[in-house]
T-cell receptor
Framework: GAGVSQSPRYKVAKRGQDVALRCDPI?????LFWYQQALGQGPEFLTY????????KSGLPSDRFFAERPEGSVSTLKIQRTQQEDSAVYLC????????????FGQGTRLTVV | AQKVTQAQTEISVVEKEDVTLDCVYE???????LFWYKQPPSGELVFLIR??????QNEISGRYSWNFQKSTSSFNFTITASQVVDSAVYFC???????????FGSGTKLNVKP
């Protein structure tokens, strides 16, 4: 597709359940980012990939959060043993270059932990 | 430390009014990029403009204009003759020059009433 695609769009998880969120970036985009957006807030950085290398994971809130991009294209954000505070919209973005380039965002996955 | 402040949480205007969204940023970097994104109810962040720290020229694109003032660390966004379709949340963001780690403000929700 032409844009960044994320799936599922909505996910309801029971507390303690593991979830996996998928991101299909724009073809050829080197950089891929995950952001977490709480209700009424701006997106906050979680992690960054350059191709398959995870260069920055400083924003991951705990070791329950894990992201991968094994072939340098599709990325998965996994959250283990979900908790209510994990409820948020998870946004994926991709860009052609490392810095200063326009980042294209997906529509996000809205995760609700009950 | 990088920080973006959007002091206006929500603004309501009547169609055809002009409206300015404020953005103030903090950074110790001498080179950086500033962005504005629009987030309609669908959730996707839509790129509006990118500015690098060396380019203080104001920019106009149709009904949109941006005023970058390095002296006051501000990057304000004006919509002229607002339309109902402009209703959305608008985010201002800052990135270091060499890395697309966005620091977003908390957003300004714009309601344009017919």
């Amino acid at each position: 597709g032409a844009g960044v695609s994320q799936s599922p769009r909505y996910k309801v998880a029971k507390r303690g359940q593991d979830v996996a969120l998928r991101c299909d970036p724009i073809s050829g985009h080197v950089s891929l980012f995950w952001y977490q957006q709480a209700l009424g807030q701006g997106p906050e950085f979680l992690t960054y990939f350059q191709n398959e290398a995870q260069l920055d994971k400083s924003g991951l809130p705990s070791d329950r959060f894990f992201a991968e991009r094994p072939e340098g294209s599709v990325s998965t954000l996994k959250i283990q043993r979900t908790q209510q505070e994990d409820s948020a919209v998870y946004l994926c973005a991709s860009s052609l270059a490392e810095g200063g380039a326009e980042a294209f965002f997906g529509q996000g996955t809205r995760l609700t932990v009950v | 430390a990088q920080k973006v402040t959007q002091a206006q949480t929500e603004i309501s205007v009547v169609e055809k009014e002009d409206v300015t969204l404020d953005c103030v940023y903090e950074t110790r970097d001498t080179t950086y990029y500033l962005f504005w994104y629009k987030q309609p109810p669908s959730g996707e962040l839509v790129f509006l403009i990118r500015r690098n720290s060396f380019d203080e020229q104001n920019e106009i694109s149709g009904r949109y204009s941006w005023n970058f003032q390095k002296s006051t660390s501000s990057f304000n966004f004006t919509i002229t003759a607002s339309q109902v379709v402009d209703s959305a949340v608008y985010f201002c963001a800052l990135t270091p020059y060499n890395f697309n780690k966005f620091y977003f403000g908390s957003g300004t929700k714009l309601n344009v009433k017919p």
